[in-house]
C-alpha cells in the first residue's frame, strides 16, 4: 500500500448520489484496491406474476416477491426498494406495440440525456466548454444516442489541430462520446487514470487522443531523444484488438508529421517484428507474451521501452482474466517509474484484481472515471435470451435450425461461439459442408488469417462467425444480431460473450444451446439470468434433420473434415475433462459422453489418443478408451500455423 493511514480520500468531484448510467469521475487519493467503490450487489429480480396475484410457485420461485403495499404480499419491505431502469430500447425508437403492458420502461430520451448532460457539466467545463450543448435525440443520432453528445470534437481547445482534422476528414468523427467527455479532462491533466467503460464506446479515442495531447505537451510525438525512442506503449490481451487499436490509431495520427504506429503480436514471425520495430514509434500497440519475448531476449528493444512516456492497459479485466497479471508484473519492470510516465487503465469492469492493478501501476491520486455506473443495466438484463436442451445426436442439426431461422433476419450477423478451437475448427468445415458459409476465428489459427476473417465480418452483414473465445471480449464487432453459444460456459464468459449483441442500444437476442447433461449447472450458474427454455419440436427442428444427417454420414469419406473430427473428440474430452467436479460426473462417464460425441460428428470408428495424451488428462486406466502406442509424435504448428492454448 502506497497511501498513509488516516488520508482523507477523494469524492465524486461531479456528484453527490449517481442513479443508473450516471457518470463518476473520482479521484483516489489512497491507491489501495479498497479504496475503489465496492463490486455492486445483485439486482433485485422481481417476480411479476406474484405482482399480479398469480404466481403458483411459492417460496420455491427463484425471483423476489416484492410486496407493492403493505399486506399485498408475503414480503414486506421496511424501505422503499431502490431498484435501476430496465429501458425500453424498441420504445426508445418509437416502434414499441406493447404500450402499457410492456415490462421495461418507457424513457424519454430527451429526459434520460439531459440527466447526464447535467452529469458532465464539469468534465466540460476542464474541456473548454462552458456551458453543455442540448442532449442529443433518438432522431439526430439513431442508435447512438445512447451513449454519443452533441459536444464537437472541434470545438475542444484541449485538442491539437492535427488531431482535429484527421478525426474530422479522415475518420468522419464529428460529435464525442460520454467516456470522451468523462475522461478526457482527467487525462489532459497528466494524472493517472483508471477509466470504467463499455466495449465500443468510444474508449480507444479517449486513450488514444489524450496521449497524443499529453505526448506533444513532453516533446513531440517524434520525442526528444530522435531517431529510435517508442514514446507510448498499449497493452492489448488478443491479437485481433491489437490491430483494431492500431488502426484507429494510425487513423488519427494522419496529419501528425513523422508520427508511426507499430503493433506486435503473438503467431507472427518475429524477426519480421524487429524490422517493424526500428526508427521512432509514437504508439507501439502490443500482446504481452510477444511484448515480454522482444523484452527479455532483445537488450537494445528493453532500453527503448525503459524511455516511454505513456503506458496503457486497454480491456485491462480481460487481460487479467487470461492469467496474464505475472507477464504484466514482468513488463512493469521493464518500464520508467510510475512517478515518470502516464499510466490509463481502461477496462468494461472493475474487479478486485483490476483494483490491484492500478494499486501496483498507477501513482497516488490517479482518477477513477466511472461512465457505466454500479446498476446499469447490462445487455444480459435486457435482450431476450432463450435456452434449448437436446440430447447429443440432436446438437449439430438443433444449431443448423437455430442458424436458419436467424438467417431470416434482414441483414442478419450470427457469433456462434464454442469451447474449445478445435471444436470451432470442426463445426466451421461442417457447416460449410452442407453448404451454410460460415466464417471461423479461433486460437489455432494464424495470426494473418485471424485478422482477415475479423475485418471481414466487422465490415459485412448477412454473415455467420464460428468463434471460440478470442472474440468473446474486447472485439467492436457492430451490428451483431444474435449470439449462439455452444455447450458449457461459466456466467462471466456467458454475460461477455452475450454483450457481442444488442450494442450501442441496438437490438439483439441470444441462445443457449446445451447438451442434456449441462443443464443443471448452467442454470445453477445462470439463476439470475432470465432464460426462455423453448423446445426442440418449437423450432422444427425435423425440417432439417435429413439434409444434417446426411452430410454427418459423409464425413468419413472426407479425409481432412475427418481428422478434424477427431481433433475435436480429443479437445471435447479434454475440455470436460476440466469440468468434471462441475458437471458431477466421473472419468468413465467423461469418456462415454466423448465417444458419443464422436458418433455424432461422424466418425465411423472412435477415434484414438496418444498414450502421452491420456496421462496428460489422468485417465490412465479409464475403460472405453483406445490408445495409439504406435504414432510418433513430432511436433508442429496447430492448424492455419497459430499455435494456441485452448483445445
Known sequence: MEGEKG?????????????????????????ASNDLPPAPASKVNECFAFKKGNCERGAACRFAHIASSVGGGDVKPTAPVSKPVNECFAFKKGNCERGAACRFAHVSTNDFDMQVV???????????????????????????????????????PTICPESKRSLAEVMKYEY????????????????????????????????????????????????????????????????????????????LLTYHPGARVEFITGGTNINTDKKHLEGAITFLVATPGRLLDLLNNHPGFSARIGGIKVLIFDEADQLLDMGFKPDIDRILAFVPSKDKRLTLCFSATVPEMTKTLATGAMNKGYSYVDTVGEDTEQTHMHVHQELIVCPE?????????????????????????????????????????????????????????????????????KLILFSSDVSARGMDYANVTHVIQCGLTDREQYIHRLG?????????????????????????????????????????????APVVNSCISKVGDNRELLTSANQAYQAHMGFYNSNLRKLNINKAELVQMSNQFAVTIGCREQPKLLAKTV???????????????????????????GGGKKG
Do not use: W
Open 176 to 251: 464525442m462520446t460520454k467516456v470522451q467527455v468523462a475522461s478526457l479532462p482527467e487525462i489532459l491533466t497528466g494524472r493517472d487514470c483508471l477509466v470504467k467503460a463499455k466495449t465500443g464506446t468510444g474508449k480507444t479515442l479517449s486513450f488514444l487522443i489524450g496521449s497524443i495531447e499529453h505526448i506533444k505537451k513532453s516533446g513531440g510525438l517524434r520525442g526528444s531523444t530522435g531517431g529510435n525512442q517508442i514514446t507510448s506503449l498499449i497493452i492489448s490481451p488478443t491479437r485481433e484488438l491489437a490491430s483494431q487499436i492500431a488502426a484507429e490509431a494510425k487513423s
Open 7 to 31: 488520508k482523507k480520500r477523494g469524492g465524486f468531484t461531479n456528484r453527490k448520489d449517481s442513479p443508473s448510467k450516471s457518470i463518476k469521475v473520482r479521484v483516489v487519493s489512497d491507491t
Open 500 to 544: 457481442r449483441t444488442a450494442r450501442a442500444g441496438k437490438e439483439g437476442s441470444g441462445t443457449l444451446l446445451l447438451y442434456t447433461y449441462e443443464r443443471i449447472a448452467m442454470l445453477k450458474d445462470l439463476k439470475d439470468i432470465r432464460l426462455t427454455e423453448v423446445t426442440l419440436d418449437s423450432i422444427n427442428i425435423g425440417q432439417y
Open 393 to 461: 445426436a440432436s446438437f449439430i442439426t438443433a444449431l443448423y435450425t437455430l442458424l436458419k431461422k436467424q438467417m431470416s433476419v434482414p441483414e442478419y450477423k450470427i457469433i456462434v461461439f464454442f469451447s474449445t478451437a478445435r471444436v470451432c475448427g470442426f463445426m466451421s468445415d461442417f457447416f460449410n459442408s452442407t453448404g451454410m458459409k460460415v466464417l471461423e476465428i479461433h486460437s489455432r489459427m494464424s495470426q494473418s488469417a485471424r485478422t482477415r476473417t475479423s475485418d471481414l465480418f466487422r465490415d459485412g452483414s
Open 118 to 156: 447535467n452529469e458532465m457539466k464539469e468534465p466540460l467545463q476542464k474541456l473548454g466548454v462552458a456551458v453543455p450543448p442540448p442532449p442529443p435525440t433518438t432522431s439526430t443520432f439513431g442508435d447512438k444516442a445512447s451513449y454519443i453528445t452533441t459536444v464537437r470534437f472541434s470545438d475542444m
Open 615 to 641: 496421462g496428460k488428462m489422468g485417465l490412465k486406466g479409464t475403460p472405453g478408451l483406445l490408445i495409439d502406442r504406435e504414432t510418433q509424435v513430432h511436433g508442429g504448428g496447430g492448424r492455419g500455423g
